[in-house]
């Protein structure tokens, strides 16, 4: 199973509500990694967990809370967001080895309106 | 901060064009990975590369370490191939997150 699997496709929230994504991969990867990729520009990182401890946070506003509760599962915890952090949100794994391929989900679309 | 440029931006081609598309970066790196991403979202791995060349199918790609260069070549180029592809490089071991190019979008007309 070389698959990164991402919930919801699609959401859609106002600026007051508080929602969550959820990624999940079972190739026993170890490091896992949220990205946040606007219309038409390239991915940036936002996140990086390395055995289910935050190793990377890339300044990120505290409106974006990750957690990771166990070494197959991500969350992105979402509250007060603004409409500028509508964006696709992409989550990815990898081994923790130099040369290893990070996996990339679907990714979640999301609409702060 | 590795900062990564991609050429061309825009690529346009006629079916079974030979494709290259060209990605250099300004610090030294552990890998560097070709990821294809096609509208809707999803990002697939095409290739890592530490040194030398990779083949897969019409896709091969390039690095050159000492210049920080690296290509993507397509060939016998077919309408399926139009995506948008990414050159990201990653500086350090570990988990250690990608920077990635603004990305090349190629559209294969038949």
């Known amino acids: 199973d070389t698959e990164v699997t991402q919930t919801p496709k699609h959401l859609v929230m106002g600026m007051t509500n508080k929602k969550s994504l959820k990624c999940e991969q079972h190739?026993?990867?170890?490091?896992m990694y949220w990205y946040k990729q606007k219309a038409k520009k390239p991915p940036e990182l936002m996140f990086v967990y390395s055995y289910e401890k935050l190793s990377i946070n890339e300044s990120v506003p505290s409106r974006f809370s990750p957690e990771c509760p166990n070494s197959s599962l991500l969350n992105l915890h979402l509250h007060a967001l603004q409409p500028e952090d509508s964006a696709l949100y992409l989550c990815?794994?990898?081994?923790?080895?130099?040369?290893?391929?990070?996996?990339f989900g679907p990714g979640t679309r999301l609409t702060v309106l | 901060k590795n900062e990564v440029e991609q050429s061309p931006q825009n690529l346009t081609a006629q079916e079974g064009e030979f494709i290259t598309i060209n990605c250099s970066y300004s610090v030294g790196i552990s890998a560097l990975h070709w990821l294809q991403q096609h509208p809707g979202g999803g990002i697939v791995s095409l290739f890592m590369l530490s040194s030398g060349k990779k083949k897969h199918g019409r896709l091969i790609a390039t690095i050159n370490i000492q210049e920080k260069h690296s290509s993507l070549h397509i060939t016998a180029s077919h309408p399926r191939d139009s995506a948008v592809y990414i050159c990201a490089v990653r500086s350090g071991g570990g988990a250690d997150g990608l920077t990635f190019g603004k990305g090349t979008h190629l559209i294969i007309q038949p």
């Open positions: 190739m026993g990867h170890r490091a």
């Open positions: 990815a794994s990898s081994q923790l080895e130099r040369l290893d391929t990070q996996y």
